[in-house]
Nanobody, 128 residues
Framework: QVNLVESGGGSVQAGGSLRLSCVAS????????MGWFRQSPGKEREGMAG???????SYADSVRGRVTVSKDNAKNTLYLQMNNLEREATVMYSC??????????????????????WGQGTQVTVSS
């Protein structure tokens, strides 16, 4: 059974850091493009970062320089390191797997349309 489980969310002060994890099962992260998305209440889901099956990364302009996406194929786990977090209300962060094996590079790796497997999400709250 294909599944994604995120963890690592929580409450942090502005300027702090968090590392989110996404453990995949039922498939290999080496074979698929994967991404991290965020969604605030009342707002559209935003593709923050993507990493192709080959390990090439892509970032939204809004987060570039403050987040790093990576994966450990041996552990079948995707990561999102977030630094210098900005104050904001609770945001849901989710990881996702592309519908098909292969490479979706650049902005395509951050487009929700290419993904069909989603985790349940992990919440992050950044306070001042």
């Amino acid at each position: 059974q294909v599944n994604l489980v995120e963890s690592g969310g929580g409450s942090v002060q502005a300027g702090g850091s968090l590392r989110l994890s996404c453990v995949a099962s039922g498939f290999g992260t080496r074979d698929y493009t994967m991404g991290w998305f965020r969604q605030s209440p009342g707002k559209e889901r935003e593709g923050m970062a993507g990493v192709t099956n080959r390990g090439t990364t892509s970032y939204a302009d809004s987060v570039r320089g403050r987040v790093t996406v990576s994966k450990d194929n041996a552990k079948n786990t995707l990561y999102l390191q977030m630094n210098n977090l900005e104050r904001e209300a609770t945001v849901m962060y989710s990881c996702a797997r592309a519908s098909y094996q292969g490479t979706y590079s650049g902005s395509r790796s951050r487009a929700a349309q290419i993904y069909n497997i989603w985790g349940q999400g992990t919440q992050v709250t950044v306070s001042s």
